[in-house]
């Protein structure tokens, strides 16, 4: 069946330094790989999209990677902020009209000063 | 631009009564809309989706079911809600022409008690 997981429930790092977070998939071959931002108590909020032919996407100082041979995505964000602190999902999706795209559990991230 | 409302914020409810969800979206026309439901520090989990009205497609067996009697209204409903059905509520739309990237209104907390 279908997996995808993040292999980190939780990161913590210090403010200014790179967090990278993990996202990989099996049993699926996704046209788009989606990466959202949820915050307590609220709904996810999209933040990124890489299709599966390109390698690497970035917006502000959030990059996205996409290695479909080896099934996993990686999410940066740069000169990382206490406001980044939220908890970080991947998706995949295959872009019918009629799809469905799979969430994986997410990953708690917590920026420290 | 398009929004997507959902009501109650909040929600608590005796075993064994009904339940009725409202998600309605402005904006767009003829969109893809998704019920998914939120454990604490899990997931999302897709409950139901609908292509238009009338089309709904449950991915889950459950106690629960969903309505789309307008083309931007979505609503979950139960006739007798269980423990289990605790949990965070999340509605969502995409646009069909589109890399299915999913737009989620504001969540309602249900608790069953």
């Known amino acids: 069946s279908q997996k995808i997981e993040q292999n980190s429930e939780a990161l913590n790092i210090q403010e200014g330094k790179t967090a990278t977070l993990t996202c990989n998939y099996t049993?699926?071959?996704?046209?788009?790989l989606q990466w959202y931002r949820q915050d307590p108590g609220r709904g996810p909020v999209f933040l990124l999209l890489?299709?599966?032919?390109?390698k690497e996407k970035r917006k502000e100082r959030l990059k996205v990677t996409f290695d479909t041979t080896l099934k996993q995505s990686l999410f940066h964000i740069t000169a990382s902020q206490p406001a980044d602190s939220a908890t970080y999902l991947c998706?995949?999706?295959?872009?019918?009209?009629?799809?469905?795209?799979?969430f994986g559990s997410g990953t708690r991230l917590s920026i420290r000063p | 631009s398009q929004t997507i409302h959902q009501w109650p914020a909040t929600l608590v409810q005796p075993v064994g009564s009904p339940l009725s969800l409202e998600c309605t979206v402005e904006?767009?026309?003829?969109?893809?809309l998704y019920w998914y439901r939120q454990a604490a520090g899990r997931g999302l989990q897709l409950l139901f989706y609908?292509?238009?009205?009338?089309?709904i497609s449950s991915e889950v067996p459950q106690n629960l079911s969903a309505s789309r009697p307008q083309d931007r209204q979505f609503i979950l409903s139960s006739k007798k809600l269980l423990l289990s059905d605790s949990g965070f509520y999340l509605c969502?739309?995409?646009?069909?022409?589109?890399?299915?990237?999913?737009?989620f209104g504001p969540g309602t907390r249900l608790t069953v008690l």
């Open positions: 969502a739309w995409s646009n069909k022409a589109s890399t299915d990237t999913q737009y």
């Open positions: 049993n699926y071959s996704p046209a788009y």
């Open positions: 890489i299709r599966e032919n390109e």
């Open positions: 998706a995949l999706a295959r872009g019918s009209s009629a799809s469905k795209i799979i």
């Open positions: 904006g767009t026309s003829n969109p893809n």
């Open positions: 609908s292509i238009g009205i009338d089309q």
